[in-house]
């Protein structure tokens, strides 16, 4: 009864730390100054941005704008973290272009709906801690490939074209002869302008809002000059009502795979986000389940309003921590700010020029590639840097789901050949005991004992194999077990066949030290009861060697071999 009570009762104390609780507010009343200050700075880096990738996306700009606005407002209530930025990011804009451009507006809020709702069904099935265990080089080589692409992107809007092509390096390329066949130089110096200002200011003094300066300046100059360059346009002032049937479920089973890639990579990018926060901090720590939770609602809801998916963005984020944040009132203060700022600019953001917005995403690009965490994975290990350029590659030439998957599984492929490698059977010499030497010179030769150790499990069966049973023309063969590490029904298959290979040459085979854990596989495939009926299942190895010399006394072995021994010294005598 008291494990049933105690059952019962943790499961509605993990889903209630899933929501809101007092103690998440804890620190507006002691840091609520520092948090306004770090969320009006955020807001101000923010606006450019979620400008730009809502128009990178192909949504438009007020698409980025309400997502950083409804979805940063939710994410920061139910988030899981107190530092976390949310909001549109170039990882969702990259992914987001061919989904737009295969769908109408309807497809993409539809497929953003689907991803909340499989981002809560995470979430409560507690799949946010394994996040964790995506190794380094495949976020490295993701990150940095997603830099590439966001950059390539932004090709088009930086030379004052249309976008040539779907297709990633066709379009680029396209681009680059488009322009040269008839140049125009005011968007490219805009653009290149842009990028190199807030390059050249976050290295001069990060706590100037470079981004927006640079926006400002650049609309500024271009208005005054009259110059002919693609503006964003006008900006809905108030939330337009939902796009009629974008829920339709009819097209909800053509969506299920772009809903998927969104669901990954928002969890991806959300839970490593918020690592990077509690990192830069002393005393914050996220919780990744609920993490996922807030990000599902955020997706949720925030197609109902216009927006496009969202993910906690690692930059903003950043940005909050060094401003001095402290708690969740500097995320809200950051949407907050700009929903004013939507109501009180949108006749002068319309002004902004596109090129402006693609050098800002260039800068940021560049910004999110780190060269020197490259370099050394690069230099680290070739398995670590196969898989980080391998990630990099597919992220830049196919889907970006495709390019973690194929990441996560070349990791584990090498991950499973340097386990498999680490599996070693090693015979172990047998103490003299209380044996005279010519008896242990005797049992040395006829009753060897191997020690495994390390995994015995399918990708390192066949090795194990071919090392067991290279062995001595002996009478007995000890295995000691206790430390095999784990062990599956291939490691399990491959150890019983071994033993009936040398009970077939005549040779008795004895287990000890087995583990309950790893004596249920061999359970299964009946291999330890007639071990057990025959007396050659031993918790120490000392016991079963002392069994194995009784089963050679019995068969009356040691005696003809000590006959033969002495006959042959005998013979030596002059």
């Known amino acids: 009864m008291t494990t049933i009570r105690e059952t019962t009762a943790t499961k509605p104390r993990r889903f209630r730390k899933l929501f809101p609780e007092w103690s998440d507010f804890a620190h507006v009343r002691r ?30 700009a007020f698409a980025g704008l309400i997502t950083s606005i409804i979805a940063g407002a939710l994410a920061a209530i139910l988030g899981g973290s107190n530092l976390q930025i949310t909001g549109p990011t170039g990882t969702m804009a990259v992914v987001l272009v061919p989904l737009a451009a295969t769908h109408s507006h309807a497809g993409v809020l539809l497929v953003g709906v689907m991803a909340g709702l499989m981002l809560v069904a995470l979430a409560l099935t507690g799949a946010g801690r394994y996040a964790r265990h995506v190794p380094v080089p495949v976020v490295e080589g993701f990150t940095a490939g997603v830099a590439i692409v966001i950059a390539v992107q932004q090709l088009p809007p930086a ?18 002869s488009a322009f040269a066949a008839d140049p125009g130089w005011v968007s490219p110096a805009v653009a290149f302008g842009v990028a190199a200002a807030i390059l050249l200011g976050s290295r001069l003094h990060s706590h100037i809002p470079t981004p927006l300066l640079a926006v400002i300046a650049a609309t500024g100059a271009t208005w005054y000059a009259s110059a002919d360059v693609a503006v964003i346009g006008a900006l809905p002032r108030t939330i337009p009502a939902p796009e009629a049937g974008f829920l339709d479920l009819a097209e909800v089973p053509g969506l299920v795979a772009a809903a998927v890639a969104i669901c990954a990579l928002c969890a991806l990018e959300s839970l490593l986000s918020a690592t990077v926060a509690d990192n830069m901090t002393v005393d914050q720590h996220h919780n990744p389940d609920r993490e996922l939770l807030g990000q599902g609602v955020a997706n949720l809801v925030t197609p109902f309003f216009g927006g496009m998916p969202s ?154 194999l071919l090392q067991l049973l290279d062995v001595a023309d002996v009478r007995v063969v000890v295995l000691r077990m206790s430390r095999v590490s784990t062990m599956d029904a291939s490691g399990a298959r491959v150890l019983a066949d071994a033993i009936k290979r040398l009970e077939h040459r005549g040779i008795a085979v004895y287990l000890s030290g087995l583990e309950p854990v ?46 033969e021994a002495a006959g042959k010294a005998e013979a030596q005598r002059p």
Do not use: C
């Not at 200050?37 to 949504?59: E, Q």
């Open 159 to 176: 030379l004052g074209l249309e976008p040539q092509s779907a297709n990633l390096l066709t379009g680029a390329w396209d681009s680059i």
């Open 518 to 563: 790893h004596a249920k596989p061999l359970a299964a495939l009946g291999l330890l009861e007639p071990l057990w009926q025959q007396g050659r299942l031993f918790e120490h190895t000392g016991e079963a060697i002392t069994a194995a010399r009784r089963r050679l006394k019995a068969d009356g072995l040691l005696e003809q071999l000590e006959a």
């Open 311 to 464: 993910s906690g963005a690692l930059a903003r984020t950043a940005v909050n921590v060094r401003a001095g944040a402290a708690g969740r009132l500097a995320s809200l203060t950051h949407a907050i700010t700009l929903a004013l700022m939507m109501l009180a600019l949108a006749p002068l953001v319309a002004h902004v020029p596109l090129a402006a917005l693609a050098g800002v995403l260039i800068a940021t690009s560049i910004r999110m590639i780190e060269v020197g965490s490259l370099l050394a994975l690069a230099r680290s290990t070739r398995a670590d840097a196969a898989v980080m350029w391998l990630t990099l590659a597919a992220t830049v030439l196919f889907n970006l789901v495709w390019a973690v998957a194929v990441g996560i599984a070349l990791a584990g492929l090498l991950a499973l050949g340097r386990i498999s490698r680490s599996v070693s059977v090693e015979e172990e010499p047998i103490e003299p005991e209380d044996h005279h030497d010519e008896e242990a010179a005797l049992l040395h030769e006829h009753i060897v004992a191997y020690r495994l150790e390390g995994p015995l499990f399918f990708a390192a069966a066949h090795r194990f």
């Open 31 to 60: 840091h609520w100054h520092t948090d306004l200050l770090a969320g009006l700075t955020v807001a101000v880096v923010a606006l450019p941005l979620a400008l730009g990738f809502g128009i990178a996306s192909g949504l438009g």
